[in-house]
């Protein structure tokens, strides 16, 4: 019998046996085993192969496994301590729980795993840093450190790993959950990876003692997939922008074309590799502008275990063990929703998003759904195709945060956790003579080289119906991937050739260098340095540069200390270290921006331990000097990236310290933390690359958008200062962008083809890009009640600025669209009546007049009740007086409690929206002006528009953020005006269905309107009683803005 003929076989049987294993790779790799193993089957009849086959193929069959899940939520950070945030996790056993904060009341959310890791307090610090139960706790028993967390999930992948099983575990959660904190760990709190490293070392020493003569070999590799890039963290291979390419191989699925893999003999090998990854991570991110908590980080670690069987033959064991630690997973849904012009900024979350896509249909296909797992979609999702539904044992690790603010995102981690748990893989023995396997690879390049000396490279797997120049390429990449697979083989069959010995001198070549960096460390324990701070902890503190004596030049090219990024200049600095021991910092021109804690340097100053640094607007360090610190009996506070930027926006004017410890203030702040360092990134990159736009931040009442409840929010104005064009982006258009900018900015510094076509360009928004000129709302009440209404209103802009006014009316009308009229008589006294019922109403929007000059193009949008789509109007093109003369027909059939208390306490918001005018006048203004003239323009004109806030105790502050504290201002007094409006009305309905009066005087309501404070509304519902003229009831009908009771 052939070995085909014995695969068909198996495949018949596979079907059989089990759905899941209908794809040929399984076939091939391990049911193939147990028939190989035995040799049987040479002469025996189909039939009965068949049926011996069965029999050995049934009892070998491996199991498959479900996704091991864990959860572990993370103590309080400094700053959610200090707003008192409160705790919305609790745990029992192996279940999580979850609180609505905006909800207390309502039953927690339960979500089971295979553990749940308290991790949140009942801990005290040991002396040496690590972090352990606290008996005297009430938390104390149930508190999970990393050795436990350690003992449940890595023991189990090292287990595996001598077994010759193949491991994944990966870490998901969103960015600062603790993901790294538990894969890798920070000082002596080491996570899984080191401490699974270090038991697999011990235990390689434990079996060497004990005299077993197997030969253990480990590698170790460690790569970065950044914006579907992989890079190599560990090796110079590979284009650095394009990164390595992943290929396709039959037996071992998806990898990484020439990704280093280091033998490492022990503990402290792998741990300078794991330095020297996370330091070139740190690099990558300082340097080339990227975002570190981006990025994905896979350690690779094969542990390959070579021993003689019962007959002599050697046999090699092979596991891989991928730990995965993700990037943050917030704004994965939100991306690609946000309706930008520019997606591709998305890129920078296909992973992860893929990720998701891959949990999910693997969860639907093991319910029993026949689905397509998008493996190929994503780069990460590729080279995790094993971990995901091949052959690996596999474990996640969910991430979370205790604190109400993070609640959203929480919930989305605990669902994305509670998919991954239905997973199943299914999980074998990687164990091969090794004789068997160097032939198998020399055969197979045997193969290979015939192929592409003969040209004859498989054309007839090209689809049928290709051009000749598809088949052109088709033959160039299929060329190309031999190659490669050829190379990959060579690589393989050397590695398996070198004797143990040989590979043992190389990796010990590869220590000396390592030796530099403790010299390094040492250093900086006595010198003066500055060091890195990072958005992400684990990158913080990674890059140092030494200050020496004398003059310390720091700028982009041939200098001591060299720094890229938008703004620095080619000399930006000089730090000057005397004989007294005395360092200062001084700029080279009145330009080069430095902030010294917060404060912008204009001279020499000098520095003092724990100062933070920036440089342009991405280089942000920490100074310290150990000998200071040494003599000085202060005690420094650690110095966060956070705690920087918070300084610096605080210095600019915004007040992040503020005693408003609510949730709303909360979130505000996480947001303009979150966009503030990126405005002014954007804007230097947009003046050092002349592209003559200017970002502002905004923030915006959930009312000035057009919804009726939510929370302020942090959008981005982009101004164009050529034409004046203005654009609102909301908070993640703009981060998006920022990518995009960054990108475009990183390939000018590396003197790259950098400039995009204006469709692609994150600086240029379409003139023809729809904006939002203001907002009516149309309160409901008096439908409730059966009462038409007809009125003007004012329409307000961002800022609550009135921009013109609107007729609108809404009237209740028949099924077919007849108004009714007061002859109808169809009022009714208590909206609750119309329960049951049918109603039905007719929205017009007549026209709107006084609009702003530079609208054309308008139209109105607006949504009723639970609309999920906007109705709306007509466009009218030139005029700022449009008629649109727009109705619609709403019906609901019938009447429902929830559209009840909607028509008495909602409204309809109408939103205006309209495209803009390039003025004649505004672009001989920027004539022969570059980008950065345009904003030294700007800014002298807006401190002349605000010169009474520019200077704030003598400090120059930056007059747009100054803008925004006025404007935060303004819009809680408008919000506040509002909601009294509403207690107004509230209490005169109260007032007057207590009196039974069906009618209340127009001018009651218009006082009304205006009175801003209970005290004020008082005088006016009083008069309520004691006025007569209320009675006249056909007096009052008469007139049109009345609210009828
Ligand atoms: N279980 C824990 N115990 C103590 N501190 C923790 C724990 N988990 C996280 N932290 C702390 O919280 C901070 C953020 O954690 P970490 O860097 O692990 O987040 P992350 O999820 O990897 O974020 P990112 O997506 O930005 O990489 C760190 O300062 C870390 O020390
Ligand atoms: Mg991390």
Known sequence: MTEEELKLACARLVDKYSDDLSESLQVETWHLKP???????????????????????????????????????????????????????????????????????????????????????????????????????????????????????????????????????????????????????????????????????QGIEEKKSSGDATEFEVRFSMLEIYSEVARDLLG?????????????????????????????????DIQSKI????????????????????????????????????????????????????????????????????????????SLSCLGNCIHALAEKSSGKNTRVPYRDSVLTRLLMNALGGNSKTVMVAAISPADINYEETLSTLRYADRAKQIKTLATINEDPTEKMIRELREENEKLKKALQSGEIGISDGKPGMSEDEIALYWIKREEEMKARLAENNRELMQMKQSYEEKMKQAQQQQ???????????????????ANLNFDPLLSGKITHIIK??????????????????????????????????????????????????????????????????????????????????KSKETYPEVTYEMAQEEIANKAGINMDSDDHSLETALLNKDLLEVLPGIDEANSISEELDKRVKFEVMLISPQMIGKLSGRTEVLVKMRNLENELEFEWPKDVFLNRLYLMKEMYQNYESGEEWDLPEERDPFIEHINTEVRIGNVQVFLQPLAYMVEQKEQLEITDFKGTEVGIMNVEVVPCTETGKEYCENDDVFIDNPAELIGKNLHFIMKIHGCRGLPNKYRDIRCKYRVFLDEEDTVSEIVTSTINPDFNHQKTFSFKPVTQQLVDYLNNGAIMVQVWGKQKIRNSVIPKAEGKNTKQMFQADLLNHANNLANG?????????PNKQSIIVELLLMKKQQGRQQQRLENFKKLISVAEKQNQRSVPVYIIKDLMSASTPEAAEPILAQLSSDDEYGDYNRVRSSSACILL
Request: glycine residues 8%; positive net charge; contains cysteine.
């Open 549 to 630: 004596l004398g003059k310390n030049t720091i700028g982009k090219s041939d200098t001591d200390i060299t720094l890229f990024g938008p703004s620095i200049h080619d000399m930006h600095a000089v730090i000057t270290r005397d004989n007294d021991g005395v360092i200062s910092i001084e700029g080279c021109s009145s330009d080069s921006r430095i902030l010294l804690n917060g404060d912008p340097v204009t001279s020499e100053v000098v520095l003092s331990h724990c100062d933070r640094l920036m440089f342009g607007t991405t280089q942000l360090y920490v100074y310290n000097n150990p000998e200071q610190a040494k």
């Open 35 to 201: 028939i190989h193993a035995s040799n049987f089957g040479k002469d025996m009849a189909p039939y009965q192969l068949l049926k011996t086959i069965k029999r050995k193929f049934v009892s070998t069959m491996p199991e498959a496994e479900n996704v091991k899940v864990a959860v572990r939520v993370r103590p309080f950070n400094a700053r959610e301590k200090q707003r008192d945030a409160t705790n919305i996790i609790s745990m029992e056993g192996s279940t999580t729980f979850l609180f609505n904060p905006v909800a207390p009341k309502e039953e927690p959310k339960k979500f089971a795993y295979d553990f749940s890791y308290w991790s949140n307090d009942g801990y005290i610090e040991q002396d040496n840093g690590y972090c352990t139960a606290d008996p005297s706790h009430p938390n104390g028993s149930k508190f999970a450190d990393q050795a436990k967390v350690y003992e449940d999930l890595g023991r189990g992948v090292l287990s595996n790993a001598w077994e010759g099983y193949n491991s994944t575990l990966f870490a998901y959660g969103q960015t600062g959950s603790g993901k790294s904190y538990s894969v890798i760990g920070y000082g002596p709190n080491k996570g899984i990876v080191p401490l699974f490293c270090e038991e697999m070392f």
């Open 512 to 530: 000396k260098v390592d030796d530099n960096k403790a010299k390094i460390e040492e250093e900086k324990k006595k010198h003066p340095h500055l």
């Open 275 to 350: 330095e020297e990854g996370t330091l070139n991570r740190s690099i990558a991110s300082t340097n080339m502008n990227a975002t570190s908590s981006r990025a994905h980080t896979i350690v690779g670690i094969t542990l390959i275990q070579k021993a003689k069987n019962a007959t002599g033959q050697e046999t090699a064991k092979t596991s891989v063990v991928n730990l995965v630690d993700l990037a943050g997973s917030e704004r994965v849904a939100s991306t690609g929703a946000t309706g930008d012009r520019l997606k591709e900024g998305a890129a920078i979350n296909q």
């Open 236 to 268: 110079n291979t590979g284009n650095k922008k394009k990164g390595l390419k992943v290929r396709e191989h039959p037996k071992k699925g998806f990898y990484a074309d020439g990704l280093k893999t280091y033998m490492v003999t022990g503990y402290k």
């Open 950 to 958: 520019f200077r704030m105790n003598g400090r120059t502050v930056d």
